[in-house]
C-alpha cells in the first residue's frame, strides 16, 4: 500500500470523511471515532442503527490508550498477541472514554489490534484507533473486491484507499476478552 494513498485517506478521516480500506479478510468502512458527524454518516451508508455499536481498530496496542486502563498484564498480551484468525475483543471501557455514537447501548466496546499491513500503516499515519465496519449495506454481504465497494456506495465514500486484503476467508471473529468466550466464529 503506498504511502501517499494512506496520507491521502488520513487527510479524508482529518476531514470528517468516511473511507473504504482492506482488512484481513473483507472491506471496512472507517471514520474517526471521535466525530460524531462522521461516525453518524457511516452508520446512515451502512444502513446501521446507531444503538448496534462499531468495532475500533487499531495497527498497536498503544493505540488504544485509555481503554488499556484496568487491563491485567494477560489481558494485555492477549490483545496485543497475532492469532491464527483476526480477533476483536469485547473489552470494559472502564475510564468511559468511547462515546455513545461508537459503543452505541453497550458499557464494553469492541477492539482489534490489526495484524494487516495496510491497516497498520493507515493507523499509524492516522496516529490512532479508527471505527472499522465491514463495507456493506447492513444484512447485505461484506465487499471483498473494491469494485463491490463502489457498487455500494458509489461516490458516497471520501476515499477509497487501495490495497490488498490479508488471507483471511472470513470477518473477524468476536470474544471476550474477560472469558475468552467465542460470540462470533472466524
Known sequence: ??????????????????????????????????????????????????????????????????????LSESERLLLSQPRSVPTTWIIPDRMRVIPTWVKGLHSDVAVRVSTHLGVKQLCHYYDGMLVSTSANISSQPPARTQREVRAAFGRSLNYLLPGPLGGSNRPSEIRLLKTGAVLRSG
Open 1 to 70: 500500500m503506498s504511502i501517499w494513498h494512506t496520507k491521502q485517506a488520513v487527510r479524508a478521516l482529518d476531514q470528517g470523511g468516511v473511507i473504504a480500506y482492506p482488512t484481513e479478510a473483507i472491506w471496512g468502512l472507517g471514520c474517526n471515532p471521535w466525530d460524531r458527524a462522521a461516525v453518524m454518516h457511516l452508520l446512515k451508508l451502512k444502513q446501521r442503527p446507531v444503538d448496534k455499536g462499531l468495532i475500533l481498530i487499531a495497527g498497536d496496542i498503544s493505540q488504544l490508550g485509555d481503554l488499556l486502563l484496568g
